[in-house]
């Protein structure tokens, strides 16, 4: 190659650009590559034109809205999904969707029950364990479980209402605390005499 260095250099240049172009490999003069991205965002001056998505940091706040327009639109109504199901959705990392999670809680969106899961704040009355609680106390004040009445076993309860074990055991639990239900050890649980 001959001339003077300043016309060898863009000549080089210019094969170079020509061997990325066949080869698929992004030109380090294209402002939208990753390396000028990464650049930009180093000098603390990002161009929106330049960086289409949000920074990673903000990941979390962008799931968090998210999930708190679809709690607004009523989506949510049984209970938000695993942590595992949001993190493929959004095709993020577990942590993230916690943080996210976790930022819905404090600002009160939702609350975390244990047996349940994450609910959505104002629906306490939707939780399973809830409304177990609610028909076992129905029956207890109607008198079709008299007191001294032996409470069925977590597996019936558990077919009948179509839950985890450890939703009808926090039902059950929740009755026991409020006074409805005692519990004898070794025997089971048994509607309490009213006091």
């Known amino acids: 190659m001959t001339g003077q260095p300043g ?15 066949i080869t698929g490999q992004p030109d380090s003069r294209d402002t939208t590559s990753q390396g000028a991205r990464g650049k930009l965002e180093r000098d ?3 161009k929106e034109e330049c960086v289409p998505s949000p920074s990673p940091r903000g990941t979390y706040q962008v799931i968090s809205q998210a999930l708190r327009e679809r709690i607004a639109a009523g989506a949510y109504v049984d209970g938000l999904p695993s942590e595992a199901e949001i993190g493929r959705e959004f095709e993020v990392a577990r942590t993230t969707v916690r943080r996210a ?15 349940v899961g994450r609910i959505v704040a104002g629906a306490a009355g939707n939780a399973p364990y809830e409304r177990i609680m609610a028909d076992l106390l129905e029956q207890i ?47 089971g649980r048994f509607v309490s005499s009213p006091s």
Do not use: C, F, N
Not at 108 to 115: L, S
């Open 7 to 21: 016309q060898q250099y863009s000549e080089l240049s210019g094969a170079l650009v020509q061997v990325r172009a």
């Open 44 to 46: 603390g001056r990002p």
């Open 101 to 115: 999670l976790r930022a819905l809680e404090e600002s009160g969106d939702i609350k975390t029950v244990a047996g």
């Open 141 to 187: 004040r109607s008198g079709d479980l008299p007191a001294g009445t032996r409470l069925p076993s977590e597996a019936s309860l558990v077919e009948r209402y179509g839950v985890s074990r450890g939703t009808v055991r926090r039902a059950v639990r929740e009755l026991e605390t409020a006074g409805h239900v005692e519990a004898r050890h070794g025997v």
